[in-house]
């Protein structure tokens, strides 16, 4: 098992408490998207592929909204609780297991949008690895399709390597959970540990290991261009109100 993997793996069933509200933020979030699909030409007709799914943060909202939804994740762990949060919220999603480095080992149909939202690509620790990635995604997409992702503004955090990121701390009724990373980097890798702590009923403090590699938008970029995609461009919080840099590529 990859430590990707295990990250999330064991993450899974406590994902939701780096949110406030997990269950609004899916609602906010899927108004961004749709924004993004509406000004691309999209309405709910359009069929999606969340090739990045985690828990269903954007999969659910994205659903409810009416669009036809397909979902795959590496982890097997979240996609139990994604199914879990489907079926709570509603909504007919279609569930798989699936490395975005290989999507057509796994499905033959074809998306109008293909989306990796949260920082995901960025799992892909060298150069190689990002363009199998890259590849993959655009592959799964109907010509004139758009791919929709996120990534942290590595552009910015290159500049200071910070070695934290700062804390997220959330008042409950119960109490309150704090949550923050601490990076340690080498060269543009940094390997990352999220701590969790729920002081709540009762105290839990949980820690989280994984590795990333800090891409630069003008090295996507150079990618989605160079694999099939005819118009890129990033777009930024405060034009989306979203918490990251979303890149919107266009399949020629």
Known sequence: MSIIQTFYDNLATQYDKLFLDWRATTKEQAEILNRIFQNNGFDNTAKILDCACGIGTQAIGVASLGYSVTASDLSTGELVEAEKRAKA?????CFKQANFCALSDTFTEKFDIVIA???????MLTSNDLESAIKSIVNQIKENGIFVASIRDYDSLLMEKPPYSPPYIHKTDKGQRVSFQTWVWNDDKYKLTQYIIDDEETLQVSKFECEYRATRREEMTKLL?????SNVEWKFPDETEFYQPIVVARKA
Request: charged share 10%; proline share 6%.
């Open 225 to 229: 261009l160079a694999h099939g995609c």
């Open 117 to 123: 939202m949260d920082n995901a690509l960025p799992h």
């Open 89 to 93: 919220n509603n909504v007919e999603i």
